[in-house]
């Protein structure tokens, strides 16, 4: 079973939406599309919950993000 954690290398704001990609298997541009129109269409109730979030979800541990690239 896969945790969710805030991204580190995929991240815009606070990497919740990139985390929540790579949680779910979706990309995470249509995720981010998502959370804005939804941000948007609930007039800011969403934001207070993104917010939240990002507090509450744990960063990724450094050495667990790869993204398939072994660096020597």
Request: include cysteine; charged fraction near 15%.
């Amino acid at each position: 079973m896969k945790k969710l954690y805030r991204s580190q290398s995929d991240q815009k704001i606070s990497g919740l939406c990139g985390g929540l990609a790579r949680w779910s298997g979706i990309d995470a541009t249509v995720i981010r599309l998502v959370a804005v129109a939804a941000a948007l269409f609930s007039f800011g109730t969403v934001l207070i919950f993104y917010v939240i979030a990002s507090i509450i979800v744990p960063k990724e541990p450094f050495n667990s993000f790869s993204d398939g690239h072994d660096f020597y």
